[in-house]
T-cell receptor, first 112, second 116 residues
Framework: AQSVSQHNHHVILSEAASLELGCNYS??????LFWYVQYPGQHLQLLLKYFSGDPLVKGIKGFEAEFIKSKFSFNLRKPSVQWSDTAEYFCAFLDSSYKLIFGSGTRLLVRP | EPEVTQTPSHQVTQMGQEVILRCVPI?????FYWYRQILGQKVEFLVSFYNNEISEKSEIFDDQFSVERPDGSNFTLKIRSTKLEDSAMYFCASSESRALTPAGYTFGSGTRLTVV
């Protein structure tokens, strides 16, 4: 069955710490992968996406993600988090009928 | 930057009542979607809509649910007789095409529905 797993449900970091959020997918087709962020009280915003090409994808606000096909993973990273990165982060892929399949999300709290 | 607008932001309703959640997609978008997220669970696809008809719906989208684009700008989700388990955050989204556009979907900020 096609699915996305985000293993960390809650992450707490101090400012300037490095971040890595795990995402593993289960899908037999061509993968198109996304990370979305939802800041408190706001809508889902696209952080970055992978369609093809360079497996290391750079997104907005200093985030990047690496697609590792052999591990079925698309982990999100940021070398130094800020308090303003406090949000919920969702990994997703686009299935063959163009609907997004989401993971359960990871709540990140960055302490000042 | 164009936005998808959802109203209301919060709705509390009694079990068995009908609710209508409203969305104004981006004006030149052609594909419309509803997703929902029950507290603590995944964001789940409900339905997609194109050319004034449903393109695809999930198992969640049963006979209690319906969607409509009544006036060419609004896109509504109606739940005829709400149940406690319908309590969730409902997200509307729109896209210009089904192809993989750079922006992908644009999501609204969601309507939090609480059924009591």
């Amino acid at each position: 069955a096609q699915s996305v797993s985000q293993h960390n449900h809650h992450v707490i970091l101090s400012e300037a710490a490095s971040l890595e959020l795990g995402c593993n997918y289960s899908y037999g087709g061509t993968v198109n992968l996304f990370w979305y962020v939802q800041y408190p009280g706001q809508h889902l915003q696209l952080l970055l996406k992978y369609f093809s090409g360079d497996p290391l994808v750079k997104g907005i606000k200093g985030f990047e993600a690496e697609f590792i096909k052999s591990k079925f993973s698309f982990n999100l990273r940021k070398p130094s988090v800020q308090w303003s990165d406090t949000a919920e982060y969702f990994c997703a892929f686009l299935d063959s009928s163009y609907k997004l399949i989401f993971g359960s999300g990871t709540r990140l709290l960055v302490r000042p | 930057e164009p936005e998808v607008t959802q109203t209301p932001s919060h709705q509390v309703t009694q079990m068995g009542q009908e609710v209508i959640l409203r969305c104004v997609p981006i004006s030149n978008h052609l594909y419309f979607y509803w997703y929902r997220q029950i507290l603590g669970q995944k964001v789940e696809f409900l339905v997609s809509f194109y050319n004034n008809e449903i393109s695809e719906k999930s198992e969640i989208f049963d006979d209690q649910f319906s969607v409509e684009r009544p006036d060419g700008s609004n896109f509504t989700l109606k739940i005829r007789s709400t149940k406690l388990e319908d309590s969730a955050m409902y997200f509307c989204a729109s896209s210009e095409s089904r192809a993989l556009t750079p922006a992908g979907y644009t999501f609204g900020s969601g309507t939090r529905l609480t059924v009591v």
